[in-house]
Nanobody, 123 residues
Framework: VQLVESGGGEMQSGGSLRLACTAS?????????MSWFRHAPGKERELVST???????YYVDSVRGRSFISKDYAVKTVFLRLNNVKPEDTGVYYC?????????????????WGQGTQVTVSS
């Protein structure tokens, strides 16, 4: 199975972005915990958001209230919308998955990763 991210780019503070993670397998996103991580320069890769198989969502504090994760089974895609973007949102955003009922928070527990998409936010 492959995960392919898209939707990154350069933008100014205050804008919005929508990232997409498309799976190559029809039922993949139904059977896996799906997540978004980001890797900012000089920092550890951090968990941004997860969506469990039952739809339970998690957001890291820095994006809670301005972010929304969703799934569209028809197009095998998980989306991450981020509003009011800030320079600290800059980084490479990765989609990751693990076959688990409950989503872990440790990146080492995710075993399927996309190639990443760059997001750059300028002030």
């Amino acid at each position: 199975v492959q995960l392919v991210e898209s939707g990154g780019g350069e933008m100014q503070s205050g804008g919005s972005l929508r990232l997409a993670c498309t799976a190559s397998d029809d039922s993949f996103i139904r059977r896996h915990c799906m997540s978004w991580f980001r890797h900012a320069p000089g920092k550890e890769r951090e968990l941004v958001s997860t969506m469990a198989i039952d739809g339970t969502q998690y957001y890291v504090d820095s994006v809670r209230g301005r972010s929304f994760i969703s799934k569209d089974y028809a197009v095998k895609t998980v989306f991450l919308r981020l509003n009011n973007v800030k320079p600290e949102d800059t980084g490479v955003y990765y989609c990751a998955a693990v076959r688990a009922w409950r989503c872990p928070v440790n990146k080492d527990e995710f075993d399927i990763w996309g190639q990443g998409t760059q997001v750059t936010v300028s002030s």
